[in-house]
């Protein structure tokens, strides 16, 4: 079974430009986390999904970032525009669920470099 | 408010020599605890977890953790390191219904030869 698949993986763009990372979960999992890890950091949660409505965003920076998973399966991470310091690993995870919300499994992440 | 601190950012050891990963947690009520492993470039992979049943939960690749309830500690071991461990492991926390996690800030695991 296929995990949970990130594109693209490395990405490099100047500032002001726009981005977006795309992630498709584990068939059946239907709660999906978008994560910010930057260099030497745990991951901080930017955003929660479950099926396609965001139940958590209050980390999520609004006036740049955006999110999306229409049809509750794949989602989308929107930036626009890119600033320096967002130069980051984007991790995406999913999840069956249960009381604590079960094992997360994670994506490779999409690492973002802003010039 | 859940709260999860990993007391060592790096720790080194020799391979062959015992692992110790220290966290400890904070939390107003009782928690589900997790330990994951990320290698370079990889994404982070579930080693054990902890949700109110035996306080030893033992996890893949040889690893096990202790829940120590009058410690606040959940400290991850291994008998003996093998260079295949050197990653970032993060001890990470879950309470409430609300599926929030909370991940500590890392430590890095150097296995020397």
């Known amino acids: 079974e296929a995990g949970v698949v990130q594109s693209p993986r490395y990405k490099i763009i100047e500032k002001k430009q726009p981005v977006a990372f795309w992630c498709n979960p584990i068939?059946?999992?239907?709660?999906l986390y978008w994560y910010l890890q930057n260099l030497g950091q745990g991951p901080e949660l930017l955003i929660r999904?479950?099926?396609?409505?965001?139940?958590?965003d209050s980390q999520l920076p609004k006036d740049r970032f955006s999110a999306e998973r229409l049809k509750g399966v794949d989602s989308t991470l929107k930036i626009q525009p890119a600033e320096l310091g967002d130069s980051a690993v984007y991790l995406c995870?999913?999840?069956?669920?249960?009381?604590?919300?079960?094992?997360?499994?994670f994506g490779e992440g999409s690492r973002l470099t802003v010039l | 408010a859940q709260s999860v601190t990993q007391l060592d950012s790096h720790v080194s050891v020799s391979e062959g020599t015992p692992v110790l990963l220290r966290c400890n947690y904070s939390s107003s009520y009782s928690p589900s605890l997790f330990w994951y492993v990320q290698h370079p470039n990889k994404g982070l992979q579930l080693l054990l977890k902890?949700?109110?049943?035996?306080?030893l939960v033992k996890g893949i690749n040889g690893f096990e953790a202790e829940f120590k309830k009058s410690e606040t500690s959940f400290h991850l071991t291994k008998p003996s390191a093998h260079m295949s461990d050197a990653a970032e492991y993060f001890c990470?926390?879950?309470?409430?219904?609300?599926?929030?996690?909370?991940f500590g800030s890392g430590t890095q695991l150097t296995v020397l030869p």
């Open positions: 902890y949700t109110s049943a035996a306080t």
């Open positions: 990470v926390g879950s309470s409430g219904s609300a599926r929030q996690l909370t």
């Open positions: 995870a999913s999840s069956s669920g249960g009381r604590f919300g079960g094992e997360l499994f």
């Open positions: 068939s059946g999992h239907n709660t």
């Open positions: 999904y479950e099926n396609e409505e965001a139940v958590d």
